[in-house]
T-cell receptor, first 118, second 113 residues
Framework: AQKVTQAQTEISVVEKEDVTLDCVYE???????LFWYKQPPSGELVFLIR??????QNEISGRYSWNFQKSTSSFNFTITASQVVDSAVYFC???????????????FGKGTKLSVIP | DTGVSQNPRHKITKRGQNVTFRCDPI?????LYWYRQTLGQGPEFLTY????????KSRLLSDRFSAERPKGSFSTLEIQRTEQGDSAMYLC???????????FGDGTRLSIL
């Protein structure tokens, strides 16, 4: 089973529509961290948000909002009023301890390609 | 904060040749990571350094791969006797601690002819 599942491979929306990107994760650890990264066509991975496992408070930042639900192991990401510049691949990632070690490993999902059509 | 820098941006080489990539992390970051990303996939962890110590290695890292981080500053990733399957984007990231976000470089795209 994948540790991070992004079931939506590709999504297309028309500009100004809202869009939600889904992420489901799997871990046995009680302390872990969740991240969203954006990878535009130029290729660089850009950090968007981090959440730790003890903080289920959802957040809104401008047009972005995140919904973290431990009960369903989900960490979904919503863009409101989408813009063409939002077109990118979005990755959800889980940071959990390496087995038997004190350091953490970051595992990425396969990504969701978002296309915003003008 | 000048960001994570990777060189070269692109590398084209013939099968069987050796290649070496360099990563310069954000200066105050003591943790450095290497990932590999193939088309349509998320980055896959290869190896991790804390200062100069290589603490973790993925099973993806075959004997042909070696990474170093002398003096805990820049890092190099070497691939010996390259194979077609090594073609990928190699990404480097650095962070301040395990609970802080990893910041990525632009990557080195390797193409094996």
């Amino acid at each position: 089973a994948q540790k991070v599942t992004q079931a939506q491979t590709e999504i297309s929306v028309v500009e100004k529509e809202d869009v939600t990107l889904d992420c489901v994760y799997e871990t046995r650890d009680t302390t872990y961290y969740l991240f969203w990264y954006k990878q535009p066509p130029s290729g660089e991975l850009v950090f968007l948000i981090r959440r730790n496992s003890f903080d289920e408070q959802n957040e809104i930042s401008g047009r972005y909002s995140w919904n973290f639900q431990k009960s369903t192991s989900s960490f979904n990401f919503t863009i409101t009023a989408s813009q063409v510049v939002d077109s990118a691949v979005y990755f959800c990632a889980l940071s959990e301890p390496f087995p038997g070690a004190g350091s953490y490993q970051l595992t990425f999902g396969k990504g969701t390609k978002l296309s915003v059509i003008p | 904060d000048t960001g994570v820098s990777q060189n070269p941006r692109h590398k084209i080489t013939k099968r069987g040749q050796n290649v070496t990539f360099r990563c310069d992390p954000i200066s105050e970051h003591n943790r450095l990571y290497w990932y590999r990303q193939t088309l349509g996939q998320g980055p896959e962890f290869l190896t991790y350094f804390q200062n100069e110590a290589q603490l973790e290695k993925s099973r993806l890292l075959s004997d042909r791969f070696s990474a170093e981080r002398p003096k805990g500053s820049f890092s190099t990733l070497e691939i010996q006797r390259t194979e077609q399957g090594d073609s990928a984007m190699y990404l480097c990231a650095s962070s301040l601690s395990h609970n802080q976000p990893q910041h990525f470089g632009d990557g080195t795209r390797l193409s094996i002819l």
